[in-house]
């Protein structure tokens, strides 16, 4: 069965980096976009990024653009998200999930088709 399993998370204190990872199995993973979302307390999930089969497109949600890097290794069926200049804001479960979708990539939730079980990420003050 598909796995994505995310790795990584962990306190930091604002301004600082982090790097959160998720290895895929169970799929071929160079046939799938992949994204990263996250998901606060009482809030609903979010989008944060994602990056097409190939590596050479990205989209970033607004909050995150010129803080946090997507990237993949479609040799190492991996995805990972730096994250730098964290903000408290930041603070959020990160799920990494797989999308079979070609073309333009997406920031809805409904389009992708695996999740992982997520990555807690606290930046505290």
């Known amino acids: 069965q598909v796995q994505l399993v995310e790795s990584g998370g962990g306190l930091v204190q604002a301004g600082g980096s982090l790097r959160l990872s998720c290895a895929a199995s169970g799929l071929t993973f160079s046939s799938y976009a992949m994204g990263w979302f996250r998901q606060a307390p009482g809030k609903e999930r979010e989008f944060v990024a994602a990056i097409s089969q190939s590596g050479t497109s990205t989209y970033y949600a607004d909050s995150v653009k010129g803080r946090f890097t997507i990237s993949r290794d479609n040799a190492k069926n991996t995805v990972s998200l730096q994250m730098n200049n964290l903000k408290p804001e930041d603070t959020a479960v990160y799920y990494c999930?797989?999308?079979?979708?070609?073309?333009?990539?997406?920031?809805?939730?409904?389009?992708?088709?695996?999740w992982g079980q997520g990555a807690q990420v606290t930046v505290s003050s």
């Open positions: 999930a797989a999308a079979r979708i070609w073309g333009s990539l997406s920031s809805s939730r409904t389009r992708y088709d695996y």
